[in-house]
């Protein structure tokens, strides 16, 4: 008997994905935002010291080139700056502007009330070894990507 447990994996991963782009779009319209720049947003309201760029790509899980196009959009929006010093692009702390900490806090409002709706019935205990698990499996795909290499 054909066994389903990469299909059942794959589909609720792929619906998961679509469903949580689809709250982030449509929660972050109302800011003019889009949902690819949630992640980016909440380091920086959870940071309000400031993120190095390499953080960020790191904390955001995508690549410079998307990283970097994030906070010049979020920039360009009065949401975000970098205090920039010459010849340290990267190095440079990203910020929320006083526009961007307002916002961080209604954001991070939608998310709670969010993560709070979803999580429910579920108890914390059993929260807490989902994401161990979730861990694990991302660890694992980690680890076979690497033998691919770059």
């Known amino acids: 008997m054909f066994d389903n447990q ?27 935002l889009k949902g690819k720049q949630v992640q980016c947003f909440f380091c920086l309201y959870k940071n309000p010291e400031g993120v190095s760029f390499k953080d960020l790509c790191t904390f955001t899980g995508t690549d410079k080139a998307a990283t970097w196009r994030t906070v010049k959009e979020l920039e360009s929006l009065g949401y975000v700056y970098t ?14 502007t006083e526009k961007g900490c307002s916002t961080g806090i209604e954001i991070d409002r939608i998310i709670c009330g969010i993560v709070d709706a979803v999580s429910g019935d579920i108890p914390e205990e059993e929260r807490e070894k989902m994401y161990r698990l979730l861990n694990i499996i991302n660890d694992n795909l980690k680890k076979i990507c690497d033998r691919y290499g770059e």
Request: glycine fraction near 8%; proline fraction near 2%.
């Open 83 to 96: 205090h920039a010093e010459e010849g340290k692009k990267y190095k440079n702390p990203v910020k929320l």
């Open 6 to 32: 990469y299909e059942t994996f794959t589909k609720i991963i792929a619906e998961l994905s679509r469903s949580v782009g689809k709250i982030k779009n449509k929660e972050m319209e109302k800011f003019g």
